[in-house]
T-cell receptor, first 114, second 113 residues
Framework: GENVEQHPSTLSVQEGDSAVIKCTYS??????FPWYKQELGKRPQLIID?????GEKKDQRIAVTLNKTAKHFSLHITETQPEDSAVYFC?????????????FGPGTRLSVLP | NAGVTQTPKFQVLKTGQSMTLQCAQD?????MYWYRQDPGMGLRLIYY???????DKGEVPNGYNVSRLNKREFSLRLESAAPSQTSVYFC????????????FGDGTRLSIL
């Protein structure tokens, strides 16, 4: 089955710097890769996702890149702000995964220092 | 538009007690899920329901049962609570197909003494 690894497990950056979180997956049939942000005590919320027919997707300060050949995808946050501090989870799933679970990565705790 | 609603938000139980966590979604989603999240940890799937009338075990199903009451509602039952089941429980739902995002409820914080 699918296995998703996520690095780093913790990341501290200065406000205004960029942050990059990388995930690797094992199942070449996976074609959907969402990223979730979870603030302390809150629910995970989808912040961006990418499907395997594109290599990059941007939404304001966040972007996701996908390398299907190498089976990895990355979250990029530019001009980080204190409110970006949270735990970020990546996930991967297959197109035939009807109703089945995503495979989530273990999470990255991002701290943005003022 | 409420999305995914979970009740209760907090609960304290004694070992051996039973209870049911409720989840309802108003997005007309086919699939629903129950996860647990222990402190500082990721999400672990307990059970899921691909569609109304079907349920399947996830990664950590022992000690739990589920019911997909209708398309909107998916409940999680602890028959005999144990301290190891102290956790935050999240319900989620998604549209048909494996490449749809999951939408999460606010969670139920459950403590078992």
């Amino acid at each position: 089955g699918e296995n998703v690894e996520q690095h780093p497990s913790t990341l501290s950056v200065q406000e205004g710097d960029s942050a990059v979180i990388k995930c690797t997956y094992s199942d070449s049939a996976s074609n959907y890769f969402p990223w979730y942000k979870q603030e302390l005590g809150k629910r995970p919320q989808l912040i961006i996702d990418i499907r395997s027919n594109v290599g990059e997707k941007k939404d304001q300060r966040i972007a996701v890149t996908l390398n299907k050949t190498a089976k990895h995808f990355s979250l990029h946050i530019t001009e980080t702000q204190p409110e970006d501090s949270a735990v970020y989870f990546c996930a991967a799933t297959r197109p035939d995964n009807y109703g089945q679970n995503f495979v989530f990565g273990p999470g990255t705790r991002l701290s943005v220092l003022p | 538009n409420a999305g995914v609603t979970q009740t209760p938000k907090f609960q304290v139980l004694k070992t051996g007690q039973s209870m049911t966590l409720q989840c309802a979604q108003d997005m007309n989603h086919n699939s629903m899920y129950w996860y647990r999240q222990d402190p500082g940890m990721g999400l672990r799937l307990i059970y899921y329901s691909a569609s109304e009338g079907t349920t399947d075990k996830g990664e950590v199903p022992n000690g739990y049962n589920v019911s997909r009451l209708n398309k909107r509602e998916f409940s999680l039952r602890l028959e005999s609570a144990a301290p190891s089941q102290t956790s935050v429980y999240f319900c989620a739902s998604s549209g048909r197909g494996g490449n749809q995002p999951q939408h999460f409820g606010d969670g139920t914080r459950l403590s078992i003494l």
